[in-house]
């Protein structure tokens, strides 16, 4: 049996509010591809489909014709578990639709362990998933359970203890995995992720994975990586994206699993060439460089995070000359060598916002600012921090 497993697609993600939708319907596309050119007989998805838990219709939109694209009406079994990032139910909402195609969608934490089946092959998966297990989804299923292990026991212990209860429906006649949205001690990690636990104790060590499962499927870390010191074939096989400027420079891939019943299972990486690359540039010669690297067309449609060094402050010239040149810039961040050694930064510090927007607005446009303008951008300033304070 041949599987398809990716994660972390984060649908309707947006990079410091520019959206990526056509960078991920470039990468569904490029994912439909490789599982009919590769003859995948089951796609799982390890969670995190969407970046927020409302997120964008067109993001949802997106989904639904992955999955109905992937499945090729039904005649390939794809299954889809909740990440931290999504909201449960709507992973689930539309389960019973599109059952009858064989596309499982798992929103909560259970012990239920699916059967899918291979009929070309006359080869059945016995799949254990475990959707983001939050604490609160974690409370309810054990009490719901009456198991052993109880609230006291550590997060580690219990997952552990529900991987065990899944794993005794495995046997060996059949193609046996296990699916999670965890994060397994000892991973890679990146920017992009948000932290699932506060002070690791939300870390699963990789002994309590099942090593009853020939593979186990993993997301929530972005970088693709194998879990080191699990019993079993255990991997993350990371974002399609790169979404923080921490993956610069990281491969993205999906991983393919050859596996029979009893047998070892042959795990293998296809890259991914979708999406715009994520670079940072350092121009330590000034703005000069900047326009000469975009003149020779240097990263064209990569993302650029800018650190520009300079002696005097951008003029809004130049930064619309800069944005002309490259649509790309996401931070264009000036930094003053020659400044720094010489005024203290406590000095800098003490400036009031006001002082410091008059002093800017003096310098862009050679006039003094009058009072009720300054008024004004102070007002706006305190109206920004309000919503600031109430999105988080
Ligand atoms: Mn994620």
Redesign the pocket.
């Known amino acids: 049996m041949r599987i398809l497993h990716t994660?972390?697609w984060?649908l309707g993600r947006t990079l410091e509010g520019r959206s990526r939708l056509p960078e991920q319907e470039q990468f569904i596309d490029e994912l439909v591809d490789i599982v009919e050119k590769e003859k995948i007989d089951v796609v799982l998805m390890a969670?995190?489909v969407f970046?927020s838990v409302n997120p964008p219709a067109a993001a949802e939109q997106l989904f639904y014709e992955s999955l109905a694209r992937l499945s090729d009406k039904g005649k390939r079994p794809v299954a889809v578990i909740a990440?931290?990032?999504d909201h449960p139910e709507r992973i689930s909402a539309a389960a019973k639709l599109v059952a009858d195609y064989g596309i499982l969608l798992l929103g909560w934490p259970d012990t239920t362990v699916y059967r899918i089946e291979v009929p070309a092959l006359d080869e059945t998966m016995m799949l254990a998933p475990l959707p983001y297990p939050s604490e609160s989804r974690l409370a309810e299923l054990l009490s719901k359970e009456h198991s052993e292990i109880s609230l006291r026991d550590r997060y580690d212990e219990r997952i552990r203890h529900l991987f065990a209860t899944m794993a005794a429906s495995f046997s060996e006649k059949t193609v046996n995995v296990a699916m999670s949205?965890i994060y397994v001690a000892g991973g890679s990690t990146s920017d992009?992720?948000?932290p699932i636990e506060v002070g690791g104790a939300y870390t699963v060590s990789a002994a309590s994975l099942p090593k009853q499962a020939q593979y186990v499927a993993l997301?929530?870390?972005?970088r693709p990586q194998d879990v080191k010191r699990a019993e079993t074939a255990a991997r993350y096989s990371g974002?399609p994206l790169a979404?923080s400027f921490s993956e610069a420079g990281y491969a993205k891939s999906v991983t393919i699993i050859d596996v029979k019943p009893g047998e070892k299972a042959a795990v293998s990486e296809i890259p991914l060439s979708s999406g715009k690359p994520l670079v940072k540039w350092q121009a330590t010669e000034g703005i000069a460089q900047v326009y000469r690297w975009c003149e020779e067309g240097k990263d064209r449609s990569a993302w650029i995070d800018l650190e520009i060094h300079l002696s005097q402050p951008l003029s809004m010239e130049e930064i619309y000359r800069l944005r002309k040149l490259h649509s790309g810039f996401v931070h264009i961040r000036p930094v003053f060598p020659e400044k720094e050694e010489h005024i203290e930064s406590s000095k800098r510090e003490q400036l009031s916002l006001e002082e410091m927007f008059r002093r800017f607005y003096e310098r862009q446009t050679g006039g003094k600012a009058d009072d009720e303008l300054v008024r004004l951008f102070l007002e706006l300033v305190a109206e920004q921090e309000e919503e600031g304070e109430a999105e988080e």
């Open positions: 994660a972390d984060h969670g995190d970046d990440g931290n990032h949205h992009s992720e948000r997301g929530h870390l972005h974002s979404y």
